[in-house]
């Protein structure tokens, strides 16, 4: 399933949640709702490509997958305190995340997640009959 509005759909009726689908990427101000989101303890569902070991990876849409961001870790300048989402302080920002193959969790840099969710614009040749992919599209589900 590549549609972010049925992945949406049937989050809302499996788990009893709100959802709403995020259109554009993981820059700009989707990247401080996704960490607010996180933040508050509610999970994200990210479309990337993933690699063998289950990281993100860039193969133009050929091996896409969602992964479920569950947590978030800021890395902050030395000495520096944590003000909010936008400040200078945060320098690296990681997200807990689990592809459902996977038996583990994995910290992803944010930037390689959205490097990977950017690059999605083709479906992978074994996959065409699975359905439509979308522009990038991320969900997050509020209970």
């Not at 479309?47 to 961001?69: F, I, L, T």
């Amino acid at each position: 399933m590549f549609s972010a509005e049925n992945m949406a759909l049937l989050a809302e009726e499996v788990c009893g949640c709100r959802a709403e689908v995020l259109s554009g990427g993981l820059g700009g101000d989707n990247a401080a709702t996704v960490i607010a989101h996180l933040w508050g303890r509610q999970p994200v569902l990210i479309p990337y490509d993933e690699d063998y070991n289950h990281e993100p990876c860039q193969r133009s849409g050929h091996r896409a997958h969602w992964a479920v961001a569950s947590g978030v870790l800021l890395g902050l300048a030395p000495g520096s305190h944590f003000l909010s989402f936008g400040s200078t302080a945060v320098r690296e920002v990681f997200v807990l995340a689990k592809q459902g193959k996977s038996l583990r969790y994995q910290l992803w840099s944010l930037d390689s997640v959205a490097q990977s969710n950017e690059q999605l614009r083709t479906m992978g040749p074994q996959r065409a009959q699975d359905g439509t992919l979308e522009d990038s599209d991320l969900l997050r589900a509020s209970q």
